[in-house]
């Protein structure tokens, strides 16, 4: 198993500004995944977090929005750039494991005002 | 990618009875695994079952897989207060590492 520390928790962040939540892993692993929970639903994938290279995105999501950093085998960071109340959510990372089992962060609930 | 989907009922069950949720996906997959959500917080891995299973325990936990029906099942049996959660199914498909998330189960055991 790993242990995933996620952070900040939560936040209430203004308009038109970004954060930035660290994902910080106890064990190196090979692939780190974000993903969004909007309030009420379930997980919708943001990005694979790549180390060494650009992460690759789902969908209806970008890199100008949401820039990921992978430095290395352990951390990776999502930045929620030039927020709008429509980012409110709460943000999760996920380390990949044996057979695709993921292990997941406390998660990160943001609400933007 | 395929989706997990759960049927979007709303479980409130009695202490110690047994709570059964679904779910349903649409393509091939190389397994399917259920996780439990506590009040919009990080996911815990309950149980992994792989597309040539039929079924599988883990404690309290029994899960069934039909591939032909493409649809999976969780059961609770005996359920407690603290498993009331939501609890989300989620697939994965053969040379994939992602996971294709259902749209999740709010299970509540009243005391």
């Known amino acids: 198993s790993a242990v995933i520390s996620q952070k900040p928790s939560r936040d209430i962040c203004q308009r038109g500004t970004s954060l930035t939540i660290q994902c910080q892993v106890d064990s190196q692993v090979t692939m780190m995944f974000w993903y969004r929970q909007q309030p009420g639903q379930s997980l919708t994938l943001i990005a694979t977090?790549?180390?060494?290279?650009?992460?690759?995105?789902e969908s209806g999501f970008v890199i100008d929005k949401f820039p990921i950093s992978r430095p290395n085998l352990t951390f990776s960071t999502l930045t929620v750039s030039n927020m709008s109340p429509e980012d409110s959510s709460i943000y999760l990372c996920?380390?990949?494991?044996?057979?695709?089992?993921?292990?997941f962060g406390a998660g990160t609930r943001l609400s933007v005002l | 990618s395929q989706q997990g989907e759960e049927d979007p009922q709303a479980l409130s069950i009695q202490e110690g009875e047994n709570a059964t949720m679904n779910c349903s996906y649409k393509t091939s997959i190389n397994n399917l695994q259920w996780y439990r959500q506590n009040s919009g917080r990080g996911l815990v891995h309950l149980i992994l079952i792989r597309s040539n299973e039929r079924e599988k325990h883990s404690g309290r936990l029994r899960v069934t897989l039909d591939t032909s029906k493409k649809s999976s099942s969780l059961l609770i049996t005996a359920s407690r207060a603290a498993d009331t959660a939501s609890y989300f199914c989620a697939t994965a498909a053969y040379g994939n590492n992602r996971l294709a998330f259902g749209k999740g189960n709010q299970v509540v055991v009243i005391p």
């Open positions: 977090a790549n180390q060494g290279s650009e992460a690759t995105y």
């Open positions: 996920s380390a990949l494991a044996r057979e695709n089992i993921q292990y």
